[in-house]
C-alpha cells in the first residue's frame, strides 16, 4: 500500500512539474496582454485531456467511439512529450537562477538590459524545438498509421527441397485489430496481397489488443486474404487477454476460447504447439508454430519441443514464433536444424530511421533482432514491423509492414 501510494505521489509529482514548466514558457513567451486568455485556453485543454486520458481505461471507452478516446489519447501523449523537451530546457535555466540570486544578495546587480529577456528566447526556443517532434508525432498518426510498405526478401537455404524453390511466403505479424479505427486501408491492403498470388500465407500472433471481441469488425476484412496454401497463425503475447482484470478466471478462459475459434472462422489454421508438413513434387518442408514465449516478464505458453515432434526428418524447417528474444534464448542453442524463424512483436518501437545509411530505434536497446532479416551460422530470423499499431496510434519512420519472403535453393 504504501509503495502504490508512493509511486502516484511520484508521477504526479513529476507531472505537476512538467505541466508547471509547460505553463510558465508559454506565459514566458507570449504578449502579457494575452495571458489571461491563453491560462484558461491551456489549462482547460490540459485539464480535459488528462481526465480523458485517466478515465478512458476504467470506463469512458464504453461511452465514447474509440476514435474519439484514441484522439484524445494522442494529443495527451503528443503534448506531454513537447512539455518535457520545455521542461529540459527551463529548468537549467532555473537553477542557475538560484545562483544569480544568491549572488545578487552579495553584490550589486548590474542593469537589465533592454529588449527581449533570456528567459523569453529560452522559452520560445523551447516551444519551438518542442513543435518538431510532437508534429512528427502528430504526422504520424494522421499519414502513417496505415501507410503500409510491402517488402521483399529474398532468403537462399543449401538444404530447401527443389520443389519448393522459389515458395513465396505472406507474413503479416501485429495486426492488434483493437486499434484500429478505419475499415477502408485495410480492404486495400488485403487486395494487394491477394493479388500478390503467394504460396502461403502466415500471421506471427497478436490479432488482438486485450479481448476477442476486438476483431469482430474487421472479420469481413481479414477472412478474404487468399493463398495457394492458405493461411497459418500463432498466437502472440496480447491474445491471452493477460493485461484484463476478468471478472472471474471462468471469463478469461471463455474469452481465449473465443478467440480461437475467431482463427476458424477466419479459415486460418491456428498452430499452437503444433506443426503442419506441406507436401508439393513429392518433396516436404514443415511448418512450426508456438505459441508465445519471450524472454523477460513475458508469458512463455510456447513448447517447441511438442511444436517440433514429427519434424525431425524434415529437410527443411520454418518455425513462427512471436517474440524475437526466443530466437537467441533457445532456438539457435536448442533447434539447430531450424532454417528460419518469423517474428514479430517488437514493432520497430513504431518510432524509428530506416534510411540507407542509418537503420535506429530505442527497440534496438531491449531486442537485439527488432526489425529485418538477421542470419546467424546457417540459420535466419525475420522480425517483421507489424501490421497494426497499440498505444501510440501512429507511426514515425518504422512504417508498418507485409512482408513477401521468397525461399530460393543455393
Not at 484514441?70 to 532555473?94: C, H, Q, R, S
Not at 531486442?367 to 535466419?380: I, P, V
Not at 530470423?381 to 507485409?402: S, T
Request: avoid cysteine.
Amino acid at each position: 500500500m504504501l509503495q502504490s501510494l508512493f509511486f502516484f505521489t511520484m508521477v504526479f509529482s513529476i507531472y505537476g512539474v512538467i505541466e508547471f514548466y509547460g505553463w510558465q514558457a508559454v506565459k514566458t513567451a507570449i504578449n502579457p496582454a494575452s495571458v489571461s486568455t491563453a491560462k484558461w485556453i491551456y489549462w482547460t485543454i490540459t485539464t480535459v485531456l488528462l481526465v480523458m486520458f485517466v478515465s478512458y481505461r476504467p470506463f469512458l471507452h464504453k461511452f465514447l467511439p474509440k476514435g474519439i478516446t484514441t484522439a484524445f489519447g494522442m494529443f495527451f501523449v503528443v503534448l506531454l512529450l513537447a512539455k518535457l523537451i520545455v521542461v529540459l530546457f527551463l529548468l537549467p535555466e532555473d537553477i542557475v537562477r538560484v545562483f544569480r540570486f544568491a549572488i545578487a544578495k552579495l553584490s550589486s546587480a548590474p542593469p537589465t538590459a533592454a529588449g527581449i529577456t533570456r528567459s523569453q528566447f529560452l522559452s520560445r526556443l523551447a516551444i519551438v524545438v518542442a513543435a518538431v517532434p510532437a508534429g512528427s508525432l502528430v504526422y504520424g498518426v494522421i499519414a502513417n498509421a496505415y501507410n503500409y510498405t510491402f517488402r521483399k526478401v529474398v532468403i537462399r537455404f543449401p538444404n530447401l527441397p527443389e520443389a519448393f524453390n522459389g515458395y513465396r511466403i505472406i507474413q503479416l505479424s501485429d495486426i492488434h485489430s483493437g486499434s484500429f479505427n478505419r475499415t477502408e486501408p485495410l480492404i486495400e491492403a488485403v487486395n494487394k496481397i491477394n493479388a500478390m498470388n503467394a504460396d502461403l500465407i502466415l500471421f506471427t500472433g497478436d490479432l488482438v489488443n486485450n479481448t476477442s471481441d476486438e476483431m469482430e469488425p474487421y472479420m469481413h476484412v481479414f477472412d478474404k486474404l487468399r493463398a495457394k496454401h492458405g493461411v497459418i497463425s500463432t498466437t502472440g503475447n496480447h491474445d491471452y487477454g493477460d493485461y484484463v482484470e476478468w471478472d472471474s478466471p471462468e471469463a478469461k478462459i471463455a474469452n481465449f476460447e473465443k478467440f480461437k475459434g475467431i482463427h476458424k472462422q477466419l479459415g486460418w489454421n491456428l498452430l499452437m504447439n503444433q506443426n503442419v508438413i506441406l507436401e508439393q513434387g513429392g518433396e516436404k518442408i514443415a511448418i512450426i508454430g508456438i505459441e508465445n514465449w519471450g524472454k523477460g516478464h513475458f508469458a512463455k505458453y510456447g513448447k517447441l519441443d511438442e511444436a517440433y515432434k514429427g519434424t525431425e526428418n524434415i529437410p527443411f524447417k520454418l518455425l513462427m514464433s512471436h517474440d524475437p528474444s526466443h530466437w537467441d534464448a533457445q532456438v539457435r542453442p536448442d533447434y539447430p536444424d531450424i532454417d528460419l524463424t518469423l517474428s514479430g512483436h517488437t514493432h520497430g518501437f513504431q518510432f524509428g530511421i530506416e534510411s540507407k545509411w542509418l537503420k535506429w530505434s530505442p527497440s534496438q536497446y531491449v531486442y537485439k533482432q527488432w526489425a529485418g532479416l538477421y542470419k546467424e551460422g546457417r540459420q535466419f530470423v525475420y522480425v517483421n514491423r507489424g501490421f497494426g499499431f497499440l498505444g501510440y496510434p501512429g507511426r514515425v519512420g518504422i512504417l508498418p509492414e507485409v512482408t513477401e519472403i521468397t525461399l530460393l535453393r543455393g
